[in-house]
């Protein structure tokens, strides 16, 4: 099972940091993948990581302004927002697989419950 959390209300310029939570067993050997989804549109890949940390990935969108970790021995993995923008606001889920880093959603799968980010003007 995997919980998101640290989501909130936000001005343009400013920064949140999510967490994802995974309890029920370890998912240390999975790779870790954040998406969003914004009201209307499609679930889109936001960042992810390996789970040997060795290699991260991150939509154009968002690059230079969001950094993914994760840290093994808490079974967490974060998402650190900065710069946040407008069209940043979305629903974030975070999500496990054993495919490797994959941007597709279809290779994930355990999905967290999501945390709503929502950026203000």
């Known amino acids: 099972q995997l919980q998101a959390s640290g989501g909130g209300l936000v001005q343009v310029g400013g920064s949140l940091r999510l967490s994802c939570a995974a309890s029920?067993?370890?998912?240390?050997?999975?790779?870790l993948g954040w998406f969003r989804q914004a009201p209307g549109k499609e679930r889109e890949f936001v960042a992810s990581?390996?789970?040997?940390?060795?290699?991260?990935y991150y939509a154009d969108s968002v690059k230079g302004r969001f950094t993914i970790s994760r840290d093994n021995a808490k079974n967490t993995g974060y998402l650190q927002m900065n710069s946040l923008k407008p069209e940043d606001t979305a629903v974030y889920y975070c999500?496990?697989?054993?495919?490797?880093?994959?941007?597709?959603?279809?290779?994930?799968?355990?999905w967290g419950q999501g945390t709503q980010v929502t950026v203000s003007s």
């Open positions: 029920g067993r370890t998912f240390s050997r999975y790779a």
């Open positions: 999500a496990v697989t054993v495919v490797g880093a994959s941007s597709d959603h279809n290779h994930y799968m355990y």
């Open positions: 990581i390996t789970w040997t940390e060795n290699s991260r």
